[in-house]
């Protein structure tokens, strides 16, 4: 046989949903050599295993390697995480945190976070072992085949997946790169909940038709949605108020167990949890999110949660929870007139010599946005004879 020189010798193609560095790894192995030869003379100008590449290659790596194994270009980006823009979030942030994809937390090309999971089970059944994209995304966490709950380590030494670090010659990619442990003998974990395995083939759906049919028919686009179950995930776990309406979910939705995690003060980022974690988290807000809106606004209702809770930290707000939200549970915060300002002010002028706006935001019991008000100013100013400061 006579290579042209434009393939590699031995150019597999990707495989079902196979994520880009299991194929890079796989084509090293073939080519019988290390993934760092490999990638260093197809991108000599590149740095590719000091960085989290599934979610960070460019249009130019992406390229090569289609070309370097004659599988057309757009086959090749669908093995990144960037495929995913559109679909599971709106913009994808090739060097820092995108909404959903957990991070590997990658140094001195080394996965410190367990970013990555796998199923056993799935591993096992393969020909050739080789490690799904979708297992990349925090609200997978059930393999839909097998029933069981995915793993994010190694059970025996617990260290995170790292099998581009496995030594080519190894008899597979699947042992773990610390301990030597094949992650196909992980012992497979059940999930015998019907309901929490018809929300994982829902999503899964989602993601494949970029769409999501809520109750009464209400289409919404596929990343939509996800953006609101990120953050009523995230209103879970972060916020106090809303920790009292999880501990409401957990006696109706069945096979919860009482006990859950602690709340997590200043926490915003639940792509970190463990995958036992994410998997209730995602159960109750999903029952949450049920029978739209009507279970939602009643338990809302209940703590209370009101729109500064339910909208906080939020940009560009679909409109099918906005309305929603801005319906049954807003609330206006209560702004002082400014006769009530004045009286504030004299009050405090009896007892004191210098009166802050501060003291008088304390005394009003609003917050400190007081002070910025304008006509608010311009009654210190009218007032005098006290401190404008602070």
């Not at 610390?178 to 018809?198: I, M, N, S």
């Not at 729109?307 to 929603?324: E, T």
């Not at 007892?351 to 608010?376: C, F, H, N, P, T």
Request: some cysteine.
């Amino acid at each position: 046989m006579v290579l042209s020189g434009k393939l590699w010798p031995l150019h597999l193609k990707p495989k079902d949903d196979e994520l880009l560095s299991s194929w890079l790894v796989r084509l090293a192995r073939a080519n019988s050599v290390t993934d760092h030869t490999l990638c260093s003379s197809a991108w000599p100008d590149k740095s590719i295993w000091n960085r989290d590449i599934d979610k960070s290659a460019d249009d130019e790596i992406i390229k090569v390697l289609a070309e370097k194994t004659g599988t057309s270009y757009e086959r090749a980006f669908q093995t990144t995480l960037r495929a995913y823009e559109g679909f599971v979030y709106e913009k994808h942030n090739p060097n820092g945190n995108t909404p959903w994809i957990m991070p590997v937390g990658v140094y001195h090309r080394l996965h410190r976070r367990y970013g990555l999971q796998y199923c056993p089970e799935c591993l096992s059944e393969d020909k050739e072992p080789y490690f799904r994209r979708r297992w990349r995304l925090a609200f997978n966490t059930i393999c839909e085949k097998h029933c069981t709950l995915l793993r994010d380590r190694c059970p025996r030494c617990g260290a995170p997946v790292n099998f581009h670090r496995v030594q080519c010659d190894a008899p597979s990619i699947t042992l773990c790169s610390k301990c030597g442990f094949d992650l196909r003998r992980a012992k497979p974990r059940v999930v015998d909940c019907f309901r929490q395995l018809y929300l994982q083939h829902r999503l899964l759906k989602a993601v494949k038709d970029g769409y999501v049919l809520l109750p009464g028919r209400l289409s919404v686009y596929s990343h939509l949605y996800f953006k609101i179950l990120h953050q009523v995930m995230k209103l879970l776990v972060t916020r106090k108020k809303a920790y009292k309406l999880s501990r409401q979910v957990r006696k109706f939705v069945s096979g919860m167990p009482q006990q859950f995690f602690a709340h997590h003060r200043g926490f915003h980022y639940i792509e970190v949890l463990d995958v036992r974690n994410r998997y209730k988290l995602l159960t109750m807000a999903s029952w949450l999110l049920d029978d739209w809106p009507y279970r939602f606004v009643t338990y809302c209702k209940k703590i209370p949660l009101l729109s500064f809770d339910l909208l906080k930290d939020m940009r560009n707000v679909p409109y099918w929870y906005w309305h929603v939200v801005f319906e049954n549970l807003y609330e206006a915060d209560w702004q002082p007139s400014k006769l009530e300002v004045v009286a504030a002010i004299n009050y405090l002028k009896k007892g004191s010599q210098k009166v802050y706006k501060q003291w008088v935001a304390e005394l009003m019991g609003v917050s400190l946005d007081l002070r910025k008000r304008k006509d608010i100013i311009r009654l210190f100013r009218k007032h005098g004879r006290f401190h404008l400061a602070a």
